[in-house]
């Protein structure tokens, strides 16, 4: 249910910046991008992902899939894109990175190892927060404390 109305969020959010772009949209041709509320990713990183680029011209149906593109990457949690006569701008805000991962109180499962298969799954120092992924090894950690009899494990993140 939680994802279902991310998801609905997610769409209304969309439709809501597509309208604005719709009601003041005409067709321009990108003199310049400017990439407003970046903080660890670099703006080149943005470019790279970003499906326009200068002197090409946009469409006013375009720019749901230019939100859509930048969605994909996995780094933002929003994506807001206006136009100042001929500049494309694009307003992200990133989703949080991990700083440290820390495992008290196990005694059970090899900690080296729990680490090497949370950074396989995704769930590393330094990379994108992802709260599905943490919710995903929880559950899996629980699967496998249970197999192991032990039913009164209580995991906190």
């Known amino acids: 249910m939680k994802k279902f109305l991310k998801y609905i969020r997610s769409l209304l959010l969309l439709s809501v910046v597509v309208a604005s772009l719709l009601a ?3 067709p321009f ?3 310049d991008i400017r990439v ?7 703006a080149g990183t943005v470019f790279n992902y970003l499906p326009v680029r200068i002197g090409q011209q946009i469409q006013p149906e375009e720019t749901a899939a230019i939100i859509r593109e930048l969605y994909k990457t996995g780094f933002f949690k ?3 894109l206006e136009r100042e006569d001929d500049v494309l701008i694009i307003f992200v805000q990133e989703r949080p990175a991990i700083a440290q991962i ?3 109180g196990n005694k059970t499962l090899d ?3 729990l680490l090497a298969g949370l950074k396989d799954i995704g769930l590393a120092e330094g990379r994108t927060f992802d709260r599905s992924v943490l919710e995903r090894i929880e559950q899996e950690l629980e699967r496998q404390y249970f197999n192991q009899g032990k039913y009164a494990v209580r995991l906190t993140s």
């Open 24 to 26: 003041s949209a005409e």
């Open 29 to 31: 041709v990108v003199q």
């Open 36 to 42: 407003e509320g970046l903080q660890r990713i670099s």
């Open 78 to 80: 929003d994506v807001r």
């Open 102 to 104: 820390g495992i008290t």
């Open 111 to 113: 900690t080296e190892q």
